[in-house]
Nanobody
Framework: VQLVESGGGLVQAGGSLRLSCSVSGFTTDDYNIGWFRQAPGKGREKVSCINNVDGSTSYDHSVQGRFSISRDNANANNRVYLQLNNLKPEDTAVYYC???????????????WGQGTQVTVSS
């Protein structure tokens, strides 16, 4: 069971990135997939989640309207994406994806964790 994040980078404020979470050992039909971020000196926070049953999505208020989560199960792709638009310097963090039985579960119920992908937004 493994999740691998990619797609991070350095962008200017107002720019966009698309993060990818590659899932192996299970499918995105089995568990909810969430995107989290952790900025230097801060705790890990959930920014978005996609429901495994109906594909419904949820977002933290800080990213609502700017980030968009989606999944692709076609042809055994088994990936979840996070589109980051209108990026702000405060979005700078390491971004992680993880799995849980429910989107509203606390951090302790999520796992496994990948190595994350760094997003840096310059002002």
């Amino acid at each position: 069971v493994q999740l691998v994040e990619s797609g991070g980078g350095l962008v200017q404020a107002g720019g966009s990135l698309r993060l990818s979470c590659s899932v192996s050992g299970f499918t995105t039909d089995d568990y909810n997939i969430g995107w989290f971020r952790q900025a230097p000196g801060k705790g890990r926070e959930k920014v978005s989640c996609i429901n495994n049953v109906d594909g419904s999505t949820s977002y933290d208020h800080s990213v609502q309207g700017r980030f968009s989560i989606s999944r692709d199960n076609a042809n055994a792709n088994n990936r979840v994406y996070l589109q980051l638009n209108n990026l702000k310097p405060e979005d700078t963090a390491v971004y992680y994806c993880s799995a849980a039985a429910r989107c509203d579960y606390g951090l302790a119920y999520w796992g496994p964790w990948g190595q994350g992908t760094q997003v840096t937004v310059s002002s």
